[in-house]
Structure formats: C-alpha cells, structure tokens
C-alpha cells in the first residue's frame, strides 16, 4: 500500500470515528491530513457528504490555496481550508488538523475561564492548548496570522464561541488529542451542573504531566491505540476502506 493510499485509509478511519463518537455537526466541519513526499497538497472531506459517508477514495486532494488538484463532483468548503491551509503552512510538523462543533466544546469555549484543570484528562490538555478569539466565520485570510499565532507550538486549541481544534504529527495523534480535550469538555460541564464546588488540580502536578503521557503510552503516543481503533471500524462498518 503507497504512502498517500495509507493516508487516505487512516484520514477516512478518523472521519468514521468522529461520527461513531457523535463529534460531527452534519458536513459543516473538517478534518485535513497533508499528503506525504508534497508539502502543498492535501486531503479534506468532500463538502456535502456525512462523516458517516466517506471512504479513502472520497477525499479531495487540494493545494494550498483549497483549489482542487484532482477531479470530484464534490466541492471545498471554503471557510474550512482557511483554518486548515494556515496551520498547516505555519506548522511543518503538523500532519492533520482536526476541528469540531460540539455541544460540550463550544460550551466550554463560550466560558471565560476555559477548560478547567479539574480532570485527570482536563491536565493532559491544559499543558498544551492555547485559545483563539471569535472573529465570525473563517472566510478572511487575515485571520490566519493570528490564529497560528494563538495556537502556537501546542496541539490543541480552543476557538472562543466557536468550537475545538487539535492538531498532531499523523491523523491518530490528532484524533487522541481531540478524544482528550473532548471529553475534557465534557466532565467540567457535568462538574459544573452539579454545582458543587470544584477542586483544581496542583500546578506542581500539571508540570509533570508531558513526561507521564510518554511513559502511560510507552513512548508510543496514539500509535499504541490506533490500530485498535481501525479493528473496531472494520467490525462496525469496513466501507471507509473503499
């Protein structure tokens, strides 16, 4: 199997399970993995098609401009490359972009304070998650500066009023880092309607954190759950392999 046809596989798995978790908002979000051996080319949902729906052939090979390289009978949703195009122009190292419209996301990007360390799985997020103010819907290519900026070297990214962004090295470490700051999201949300007073995690512990992932994961990152996560697509549903 060639590199790109890998690629489409794990980009297409990643799709699936954003709809197997209820992460997807209809066909209005994305996620982009850049193709291997070409710097500006990438792959991206066809726009109008559920998550539920695409397979590795499906997805649209675009440039950097959201401009299709490769004939379909789909079209880009532009205002999803904008977002997708500037990070992966400033980001070398990032493989795949994930964005998302959830209840529990936008919720807690609505709340001034953000994502509480208030959760074992809250504190892996909290060291590497930086914030973006709304500016309306991502059409502007001026934004891109400074939403790059706020991102910075982190691999996820609240969007204020908006919703939640992670980005990784391959599609796996994306779709970890989304299922961590997802249900981050989550467990403040049911914390905070208990109305019970909230304890916060010591920023001594929250130091240490980076270095405990490496050796929970033995070293492997999302590789040591991504092949688990592929088996359990293939007894559910194998078509994203089409």
């Given at each position: 199997?060639?590199?790109?046809?890998?690629?489409?596989?794990?980009?297409?798995?990643?799709?699936?399970?954003?709809?197997?978790?209820?992460?997807?908002?209809?066909?209005?979000?994305?996620?982009?993995a850049r193709?291997?051996?070409?710097?500006?080319?990438?792959?991206?949902?066809?726009?109008?098609?559920?998550?539920?729906?695409?397979?590795?052939?499906?997805?649209?090979?675009?440039?950097?401009?959201?401009?299709?390289?490769?004939?379909?009978?789909?079209?880009?949703?532009?205002?999803?490359?904008?977002?997708?195009?500037?990070?992966?122009?400033?980001?070398?190292?990032?493989?795949?972009?994930?964005?998302?419209?959830?209840?529990?996301?936008?919720?807690?990007?609505?709340?001034?304070?953000?994502?509480?360390?208030?959760?074992?799985?809250?504190s892996v997020?909290?060291?590497?998650?930086?914030?973006?103010?709304?500016?309306?819907?991502?059409?502007?290519?001026?934004?891109?500066?400074?939403?790059?900026?706020?991102?910075?070297?982190?691999?996820?990214?609240?969007?204020?009023?908006?919703?939640?962004?992670?980005?990784?090295?391959?599609?796996?470490?994306?779709?970890?880092?989304?299922?961590?700051?997802?249900?981050?999201?989550?467990?403040?949300?049911?914390?905070?309607?208990?109305?019970?007073?909230?304890?916060?995690?010591?920023?001594?512990?929250?130091?240490?954190?980076k270095a405990?992932?490496?050796?929970?994961?033995?070293?492997?990152?999302?590789?040591?759950?991504?092949?688990?996560?592929?088996?359990?697509?293939?007894?559910?549903?194998?078509?994203?392999?089409?």
């Amino acid at each position: 199997m060639s590199t790109e046809a890998q690629l489409r596989l794990d980009l297409a798995a990643c799709y699936r399970l954003v709809a197997h978790h209820g992460w997807d908002d209809l066909v209005f979000t994305h996620i982009s993995a850049r193709v291997p051996g070409d710097a500006h080319h990438f792959l991206i949902n066809p726009y109008g098609t559920t998550f539920d729906e695409i397979t590795a052939s499906s997805l649209i090979k675009v440039d950097e401009h959201g401009e299709k390289v490769e004939p379909s009978d789909y079209p880009v949703n532009p205002a999803g490359f904008v977002i997708h195009s500037a990070i992966h122009a400033a980001r070398p190292d990032v493989g795949c972009v994930l964005h998302t419209h959830t209840t529990a996301g936008i919720a807690v990007s609505a709340q001034q304070a953000g994502l509480l360390p208030i959760s074992q799985i809250a504190s892996v997020i909290v060291a590497t998650l930086g914030y973006h103010a709304y500016e309306g819907i991502a059409l502007r290519d001026d934004e891109k500066p400074r939403l790059v900026a706020d991102l910075g070297a982190n691999s996820a990214m609240i969007l204020r009023n908006h919703g939640l962004l992670t980005v990784g090295a391959t599609v796996a470490d994306a779709f970890l880092t989304m299922y961590a700051l997802q249900s981050a999201c989550e467990i403040q949300l049911a914390a905070q309607a208990s109305g019970a007073e909230l304890t916060t995690i010591d920023p001594r512990i929250l130091a240490g954190v980076k270095a405990n992932i490496s050796l929970v994961t033995r070293g492997m990152g999302a590789g040591l759950l991504w092949p688990a996560m592929l088996r359990k697509l293939d007894r559910k549903d194998p078509s994203y392999r089409a």
